[in-house]
Each structure stands twice: as C-alpha cells, then as structure tokens.
C-alpha cells in the first residue's frame, strides 16, 4: 500500500489520536472490483477495522475503473495511429470500392454511392390526394411564428391544425386575442382556458385609456408613459422669490471748528468787520455689500407613483 499525503490530511487525520498512532500507509485500494456490500445491522459493532473495510472497498473500486479506462483509452489512441487498423478490420473490398453492389433508395430516390443525390421535398395533401414525405421546404423571411401546414405551406396556427378538443376550448375562452386579463393569483390564464396563449403584460405600470384625453393629449394602445421617479429641473419648479437681508457698515461723521472771515456780516461780532462761515467736508464712508444666499434641496428624485396595487397582467396573443 502506498502512503499517504501527510500534509494535506493533518488537520482532519492528526498523526496520533490519543494513545494511538496513525499508521504511515493509506487505506488499502488493491482489491478486485466489488460493487455488492454486506448490510449493515443494527448491532454491528462500529470499530475502525470495519470502516477501513468499507472504504478499502470503495477506493479500491475507483482505482480499478481508472485502471480500465486508461486501457481503454491507449487500446483506441493505437487504433487510430495504426494506418493499417481499418485495413486489416475490414472484410472484403470496402477499402477500395466505388460502388454499392446493391443500390438503396432513400426517401424514394436509389443511391449505389457514385453520385450525390437530391432528396424530393415534402409535398402537402389536397382533399382528394394524400401528401408525400420529403424534405422540409424552408420558410421564406418574415414567417416567424408559424408552422407547416399539411397543404405544405407555412401560416398561423388554425383550428384546422388542431384537435376538435382543443377547438372547443380555445372557445371557450371569453376573451378574444390583444385581450388584457388581470387577477391577483398570478397564474397564466392558459392554465383556465388550454390552448390559449398569454404573455405577461404592463409589469410595474398603472393602466389609463387609450385615444384622446381631456387635455387633448393622444394615447396609443400599448404606448408606455410616465415615470416612477422624477427629478424636477428649472422649468418645473414652481416660481418663487427668496428673501435676503444684510448689516449695515461704513456710516461715520467728521468734526471741523468754524472759520473767521474777512468782510460785513449782520451776524458778525467782536470780530469788527469779520464773521462766520460754515465749511462743508468731503463726503466718506459709502461703499456695497455682496450678500450669498445658502442653497437647500438634496436633488434627489421624488416618488411620482400615485396610489396602486399591483396586480397581475396577461395579454393573450393567441
């Protein structure tokens, strides 16, 4: 027996458990490929040399099938390099043969090897004459969703194409195509009336009527509007003033003493012929304020959702 990889096993398998030390060989995997196991009862006693039994079993199956599989596979990678394998497998003058010696026919048309042949195309039934098999005939561009009729042309699905069963239960069915079904159990209406078909339909959007509204707006069937969110811009904010205020700075005076001028005055005094003027200063002081306006709002986008319930919605496409 081979031994073990010490490193990768030491944190599950420690080299000693208690007084016991682990042996150096890994479990047993030279026996003969086995897949039948005695059963197990109840009062087996669960000891180790019975488990390494099991186990010895199981590992050494997985060697033996490893074993084959490598056989088989270097039998067949020698096969195909030996250039003489077919030759000397195959009986009589297969290798060199041009021609069937008995010709076969393949959808009514005898092939004996020396030529391609061309295969006849599906031809479909009338009311007097049956169709024949063929070739499928391929469907020309645009003829998606269809199927192949058995008058060999491709169309929509008709009731002709369908079992009288079927027929009756498609309707059944109180709603005509493009109709819109709504419920709160979110099953496909195809589960109530089979052979209809349903798609999912208006997921997360509230319905309003089509045509033209109050306002004069025009709504299309099937047209998608609105939004959940919405971030309002310049234009859509309600028009509004701010107020702002700011101190006052800057106001302040000058003092000057009266001055004593040559010349007449009736107000003059003891100063004879001399009398009072007034002197105005230069003006000071006037100046501007810059004022800022603190900005508020987060900018986020705000629920546009009215009141709902969600419900669920199929149209029915056929």
């Known amino acids: 027996m081979s031994t073990y990889n010490k490193d990768k096993w030491s944190d599950t398998f420690p080299n000693r458990a208690g007084q016991e030390v682990r042996p150096e060989?890994?479990?047993?995997?030279?026996?003969?490929?086995?897949?039948?196991?005695p059963q197990y009862i109840s009062d087996d006693?669960?000891?180790?040399n019975l488990q390494n039994k099991t186990i010895s079993q199981l590992v050494s199956n997985d060697e033996r099938l490893y074993e084959r599989i490598s056989a088989t596979s270097a039998d067949s990678n020698a096969h195909l390099t030996d250039p003489k394998a077919h030759a000397k497998g195959i009986a009589g003058n297969a290798a060199s043969s041009t021609k069937l010696q008995t010709a076969r026919k393949i959808h009514r048309v005898e092939f004996d090897g020396t030529k391609d042949i061309t295969l006849p195309d599906f031809t479909g039934c009338g009311d007097t004459v049956a169709g024949q098999s063929g070739v499928v005939p391929s469907p020309a561009a645009g003829k998606t969703n269809t199927v192949l009729h058995s008058?060999?042309?491709w169309g929509k699905v008709t009731y002709a194409d369908m079992a009288e069963e079927t027929v009756?239960?498609?309707?059944?069915c109180p709603f005509p195509v493009s109709s819109v079904y709504i419920s709160v159990d979110g099953k496909n209406p195809a589960n109530y009336w089979p052979g209809t078909t349903w798609v999912a339909f208006a997921m997360g959007r509230c319905l309003i009527?089509?045509?033209?509204?109050d306002s004069g707006t025009m709504y299309t069937g099937g047209q998608k509007l609105g939004e959940e969110k919405h971030t309002l811009n310049t234009n859509e904010m309600p028009s509004h003033d701010?107020?702002?205020?700011?101190?006052s700075s800057g106001a302040h005076s000058h003092n000057v003493d009266s001055v004593i001028t040559r010349g007449r005055d009736e107000n003059a005094g003891d100063g004879g012929s001399n009398y009072w003027s007034n002197r105005r200063t230069s003006t000071d002081g006037a100046h501007m304020h810059s004022i800022g306006i603190n900005r508020t709002g987060g900018s986020q986008a705000h629920n546009n959702m009215q009141p709902s319930i969600a419900v669920y919605i199929f149209r029915r496409t056929a």
């Open 242 to 247: 701010h107020a702002a205020s700011c101190g």
């Open 25 to 37: 060989e890994a479990i047993d995997n030279t026996l003969d490929y086995d897949v039948n196991f």
């Open 209 to 213: 009527g089509a045509g033209t509204a």
């Open 151 to 153: 008058n060999g042309s």
């Open 45 to 48: 006693p669960v000891v180790y």
């Open 168 to 172: 009756k239960q498609i309707q059944a």
